[in-house]
Nanobody, 124 residues
């Protein structure tokens, strides 16, 4: 399984970005079998949970810090998960990682595969 995150960049506070994460796997690893999560890591801080979505997209979960501003979604036909980020704040600045696992979870250890990360910088 390989995950390729993209869509990061520099944005002013209050702005929006949409991150994408493309999933690729062999015949034994199908995107729609996996729950997907987004995590982020700011300089000097531990990796933290942002959002997660079930394999069907029917269930979503968010960290309190992003609830109401971020939306996770997935398109199983395109093997892609998205993170729409609105009303961005300087404290959202971090490298954002997508991850794939069997369970919808908030802990990094629950995920088996990770993308390389994409940097989001929010200026004040």
């Amino acid at each position: 399984v390989q995950l390729q995150a993209s869509g990061g960049g520099l944005v002013q506070a209050g702005g929006s970005l949409r991150l994408s994460c493309a999933f690729s796997g062999d015949s034994g690893n199908i995107f729609s079998d996996y729950a997907m999560g987004w995590f982020r890591q700011a300089p000097g801080k531990e990796r933290e949970f942002v959002a997660a979505i079930s394999w069907s997209g029917g269930s979503t979960y968010y960290a309190d810090s992003v609830k109401g501003r971020f939306t996770i979604s997935r398109d199983n036909a395109k093997n892609t998960v998205y993170l729409q980020m609105n009303s961005l704040k300087p404290e959202d600045t971090a490298v954002y990682y997508c991850a794939a696992g069997w369970l919808v979870a908030g802990q990094p250890r629950e995920y088996d595969y990770w993308g390389q990360g994409t940097l989001v910088t929010v200026s004040s």
